[in-house]
């Protein structure tokens, strides 16, 4: 059966090919469409608040987040790595798609305006805290609550941030097993990275595991596969759990 589409359905349907879109770039008049997902509006147009692609839905237009990349929520704790710094803030990639500031009125310590690089510099990782993300997906951190601090030594792991709550796995089980059986400090970030402290043989059993569980996270039994793992890597856990039964 033919059918037969308007002329302003068909204005639209030629315009939907696919189109990297960055924040704030205008992805249409608000008079022809209106806000999507990802989408604001402001002065008459609607607006990209992510990197993606270009998307219509029916009226709407908006954004599809591009693949690997982290958004924002009020209250994540993430782990960000300086790469500019300001007279009066430092700029931070947290693994989203536009960079987060980190103000010097949030920061532990006074810094003079200026005086910046002398505290953190580029290259510098440093846990935070998002402290707010407005309708236009603009973000502030901070590093004013308690744990939040500059990270030194260790190692950095990356894995998919939607991978993450299998890492920390049902009420902190999975990731409690890790710190338990390879005797180290794992603070884990809501953007997908997660940083190891502790003896070097150990940090990367660790480390391993943690890949294990992101590339297996839909496997079944997934607690005992890597419980398995670490044991053969580090088997004096194995008499640690022992002696524990006897305590």
């Not at 989203?96 to 003079?112: D, G, I, N, Q, T």
């Not at 901070?142 to 991978?163: F, N, P």
Request: hydrophobic share 40%.
């Amino acid at each position: 059966m033919m059918t037969f589409k308007s002329d302003n359905m068909e204005k639209r349907n030629a315009r939907r090919t696919r189109e990297i879109v960055v924040p704030g770039e205008v992805l249409a008049d608000a008079s022809d469409y209106r806000a999507g997902e990802n989408a604001y509006e402001l002065d008459g147009k609607i607006r990209a608040s992510v990197m993606g692609t270009k998307t219509f839905t029916d009226s709407a237009v908006g954004v599809t987040v591009m693949g690997g990349f982290y958004m924002p929520v009020t209250g994540d704790t993430v782990i960000g790595i300086i790469n500019d710094v300001g007279p009066s803030n430092w700029m931070l990639d947290i693994n989203a798609p536009y960079p987060a500031p980190l103000h010097v009125s949030e920061v532990p310590w006074k810094v003079e305006f200026g005086d910046t690089s002398r505290f953190l510099t580029v290259g510098d990782v440093v846990l935070l805290k998002v402290l707010m993300v407005d309708e236009s997906k603009k973000i502030q951190v901070t590093m004013k609550d308690s744990g939040l601090r500059k990270i030194e030594g260790g190692q950095l792991v990356e894995i998919e941030h939607s991978k993450i709550s299998r890492v920390i796995g049902k009420s902190g089980s999975m990731i409690q097993m890790l710190k338990n059986m390879t005797d180290c400090r794992i603070f884990v970030g809501q953007n997908g990275r997660i940083w190891i402290d502790g003896d070097d043989e150990n940090v990367d059993v660790a480390a391993e595991a943690i890949k294990i569980i992101e590339a297996e996270s839909r496997s079944a039994n997934l607690t005992d596969r890597v419980r398995e793992f670490i044991e053969k890597r580090l088997p004096q856990s194995e008499e640690e759990d022992d002696e524990e039964d006897f305590e």
